[in-house]
């Protein structure tokens, strides 16, 4: 079974510059969630897709961070514009269906460094 | 709001000994999912051993074992027979009822040969 995919894998950027990470979940799985994790931090929930429907999106900044996930299976998460305050590794993660018993698989995240 | 908290930034351990990561968390609620991931250097988290509230016993998973405490709300991890494929980023992760994780900072794990 293929695992979470992401890409890229790295990114830099300037300071107000637009920026997309593209995440393929694992086949079948319903729930899509992406996490910004700070160096030296765990990761923060940003979003979470139950399908192509949003969950929860409390603590995504929503006045430059957007995602989508068209046709309930891959999600692109877009800043713009950057912030120093952005760089930092952006996980992707699926489980098989809404609920917290299920596990989350991660993929290998893209990490974005703003100049 | 639930919190995660890892109190050993760092820790390290000689081959083939035990080590335990300590995690507490903060809720008030009584039905929730506790989870240990594990991210080595290449950034991959993977799922260690997950401890569901309900249940008393504690959960293994061949070298990794769980002490889950839940009134006094600790959850720590037991590495036994520790192998330098375990050198990795530590997290401890809290999901209730809002269906997301909390995660902790992190335990930075090193096993010397």
């Known amino acids: 079974e293929a695992g979470v995919a992401q890409s890229p894998r790295y990114k830099i950027i300037e300071k107000r510059q637009s920026v997309a990470f593209w995440c393929n979940p694992i086949s079948g799985h319903a729930t899509l969630y992406w996490y910004q994790q700070i160096l030296g931090q765990g990761p923060k929930l940003l979003i979470q897709f139950q399908n192509n429907g949003v969950v929860d999106d409390s603590q995504l900044p929503k006045d430059r961070f957007s995602a989508e996930r068209l046709k309930g299976v891959d999600s692109t998460l877009k800043i713009q514009p950057a912030k120093l305050e952005d760089s930092a590794v952006y996980l992707c993660?699926?489980?098989?269906?809404?609920?917290?018993?299920?596990?989350?698989?991660f993929g290998p995240g893209t990490r974005l460094l703003v100049l | 709001a639930q919190t995660v908290t890892q109190s050993q930034p760092e820790m390290s351990v000689q081959e083939a000994e035990t080590v335990t990561l300590s995690c507490t968390y903060d809720t008030s609620e009584s039905n929730y999912y506790l989870f240990w991931y594990k991210q080595p250097p290449s950034r991959q988290m993977i799922l260690v051993i997950r401890?569901?509230?309900?249940?008393?016993q504690n959960a293994t998973e061949n070298r990794f074992s769980v002490n889950f405490q839940k009134a006094a709300k600790s959850f720590s991890l037991k590495i036994s027979d520790s192998q330098l494929g375990d050198t990795a980023m530590y997290f401890c992760?809290?999901?209730?009822?809002?269906?997301?994780?909390?995660f902790g900072k992190g335990t930075k794990l090193t096993v010397n040969p």
């Open positions: 993660a699926s489980s098989s269906n809404r609920g917290r018993k299920e596990t989350q698989y």
């Open positions: 992760a809290f999901g209730g009822g809002s269906e997301k994780l909390v």
């Open positions: 401890q569901e509230a309900y249940k008393q």
